[in-house]
Every structure is written in structure tokens, then in C-alpha cells.
């Protein structure tokens, strides 16, 4: 769900984000995280200059959380072929980050709102 939330978080920074800038993002950090699972530190870059300021967002927002590589490397991975799937079906657009958008809605809408501190201390 994390992941869903950063791209929908990445709309509001990045008003252009479609699917091919986020699948060019998305492709390029699955290649740096698959990297540094391996012991190697180095940035893949994606071939849009765009793209990297995506990639930074994506990556800054998701490692918020401190996941461990292999988890984010499933999470990208599974992000990548979304996006792919969405992109041979729909062909274009932002089909995918519109999707993300209304599902993490509909998901917080359902959410039962968050509970308010105890006041009581204990030991």
C-alpha cells in the first residue's frame, strides 16, 4: 500500500506524471535496488531526464518506511508490471496513476479514522 501512496503522493509534485514517465522510474530503481541486493552500490538512471526527479520522489517516499531491499525490490517489481499491464491495455496515459489515485481513495475512505492518544499513562 505504501507504494500506492507515493505515487498518488507523486501526482500532486509531478502535475505530468503518466504511466510511461512513472514505468521509466519505476524500471531504473528496481535496476539500483537489484544492484544493491547484490553488494553494489550504484544508481541506475532512467532514460528521461524527467524521470529521475520521479525515481528520487519514489524512492525517498518508499524508503521513508525502512523496508528491507528485498522487500522494495518485490514492491517496485510488482509496481513495474502493473504499470505494464496497464500500459498494453490502455496504451498510454495516465491510466495507472489514475487508478492508484481512486483505489487509495476509496481505501481511506473505508479506514476507520485513526484513534486518539490515550490520556492515561501506564507504568
Do not use: N, W
Not at 507515493?6 to 522510474?25: K, T, Y
Not at 553494489?40 to 518506511?65: F, N, T
Not at 499491464?85 to 473505508?110: H, I, M, N, P
Amino acid at each position: 500500500m505504501r507504494t500506492l501512496l507515493s505515487v498518488v503522493d507523486l501526482r500532486g509534485e509531478f502535475p505530468d506524471l503518466d504511466d510511461l514517465l512513472l514505468a521509466d522510474a519505476a524500471s531504473a530503481y528496481g535496476k539500483t535496488l537489484a544492484t544493491r541486493e547484490r553488494g553494489v552500490l550504484y544508481e541506475h538512471q532512467p532514460s528521461d531526464l524527467r524521470a529521475q526527479a520521479v525515481m528520487r520522489g519514489l524512492r525517498d517516499r518508499i524508503e521513508s518506511g525502512r523496508p528491507s531491499d528485498r522487500d522494495l525490490l518485490a514492491a517496485i517489481r510488482a509496481l513495474e508490471g502493473s504499470i505494464q499491464d496497464t500500459l498494453k491495455e490502455a496504451g498510454g496515459g495516465a491510466a495507472f496513476v489514475e487508478t492508484a489515485a481512486r483505489l487509495v481513495t476509496r481505501f481511506q475512505a473505508s479506514s476507520p479514522p485513526p484513534r486518539p492518544p490515550s490520556l492515561i499513562v501506564g507504568p
